[in-house]
């Protein structure tokens, strides 16, 4: 996307995936006066359920991606792994973005950490495993480590943690042989990520650095403000702008960075779009991820967004309807409403599974603390594990 037109609300928005994401642009946008059109196979998809229109069409196929292009202004995407090959296909005709350079590197985790190198920002050791003979010649210095696979991985898949030659040898077969990057494991303090947003013309504006906390690889807690040294975050956040405007991004990116024990930063991984660390920003900020997602596509100015109220955001994965048993049962949706600053957000997705996520709730409160007290209480009704 080049240039700084604006593309006035009445306009129709773009969006490649029908995921949750794509369903909270969705009303981002048309918020702020825009309609939308989504693009995803799916016939359920949460997004495309809400949009006014809904391209149903693989994400390669000529004609679904011709139709998006026909209905929309501008395009932008709500998953790392839409194809970049889609991406340029629709540059021809229509700003997009994130553009299709920019996604092609996020994609790949071997690009991605060649990237941060470039960009002075500190990164774990790794080595880039695509041949036998580099499998054989890994330095014994990385291990133990992570072994991920350098694309398609997320959520914790297609990752193993393996301790000696032997188990990166086991693990990289049982990958397939694919291409994988090994990082070394390192000793974790805390882990944060942040949310920047990129024009057209450069400008750029970010959310508040964001503390997370993982569980089984997948993102369970999220704690604004993060309760770290300003100092540190300020790192934080020049990294990831930096970060951004080497690759010339226009949208919305989130750089995870890992605090080790030594109180030192690592940039972990990136991704093209808005982020399930950023999502408290709807109830918390007063400009949320995904208004800056629509901003940032329609060329619309950006403003610094503002934390008004601390808050804590809880993922709500498909686990919680099975928490007494094998068959379904919808969690105490009225208990988690009666608590004061509970904001409830479910995607609209017909079947809860195991891992599946399903919506989260993003509990605000005029302090810290008592956000973290309203959260905890939250999480033992639903039967989240206490943090």
């Keep these: 996307m080049s240039g700084e037109r604006f593309i006035a609300p009445g306009a129709t928005l773009g969006v490649m995936g029908g ?10 946008a048309q918020q702020l006066g825009y309609a939308a059109a989504v693009l995803d196979p799916d016939a359920a998809s949460p997004a495309g359920g809400v949009a006014q229109r809904h391209v149903r069409a693989e994400y390669l196929d000529d004609a679904g991606l011709a139709q998006l292009a026909r209905c929309s202004a501008a395009v932008t995407t709500e998953f790392e792994n839409v194809p970049a090959a889609a991406l340029r296909t629709l540059a021809a005709s229509r700003p997009v973005a994130p553009g299709a350079d920019a996604v092609a590197i996020c994609q790949d985790r071997a690009l991605e950490k060649a990237h941060f190198v470039r960009c002075g920002v500190p990164c774990a050791a790794h080595a880039v495993i695509e041949t036998p003979a580099q499998l054989d010649g890994v330095d014994a210095g990385l291990l133990p480590g992570i072994l991920k696979t350098a694309r398609l991985g997320y ?4 990752q193993a943690r393996v301790r000696d030659r032997a188990e990166l040898a086991a693990a990289w077969a049982a990958m397939k042989g694919v291409a994988c990057v090994l990082e070394q494991r390192l000793e974790l303090a805390a882990e944060i990520s942040v949310i920047v947003a990129r024009g057209a013309d450069g400008a750029v504006v970010h959310l508040p650095v964001q503390r997370n906390l993982h569980r089984d690889g997948i993102l369970a807690v999220t704690t604004v403000p993060a309760a770290i040294d300003g100092k540190l975050s300020g790192q934080a956040v020049a990294a990831a702008e930096r970060i951004a405007a080497s690759m010339g991004y ?3 990116l989130c750089v995870e960075f890992f605090v080790l024990a030594d109180g030192s930063l690592v940039a972990n991984e990136m991704a093209p779009r808005p982020h399930n660390s950023g999502h408290y920003s709807i109830d918390a900020c007063d400009v949320s991820q995904f208004e800056l997602q629509v901003r940032t596509l ?3 100015p950006l403003v610094q967004p503002r934390l008004h109220s601390p808050a804590l955001m809880l993922n709500l994965l498909g686990d919680l309807w099975f928490a007494r048993g094998e068959r379904a049962v919808e969690p105490d949706w009225a208990g988690v409403l009666a608590l004061p600053g509970a ?4 995607y609209g997705k017909a079947e809860a599974r195991r891992g599946r996520k399903m919506g989260h709730l993003t509990i605000t409160a005029a302090t810290a603390e008592a956000a973290r007290e309203l959260a905890l209480r ?5 039967g989240i594990e206490a943090f």
């Design 378 to 382: 939250a999480a033992a009704l639903l």
């Design 343 to 346: 904001h409830l957000h479910l």
């Design 155 to 158: 959520d914790g898949k297609g």
């Design 19 to 28: 995921g949750q994401l794509g369903r909270m642009f969705v009303h981002a």
């Design 298 to 300: 329609a060329g619309a």
């Design 250 to 252: 226009v949208g919305v």
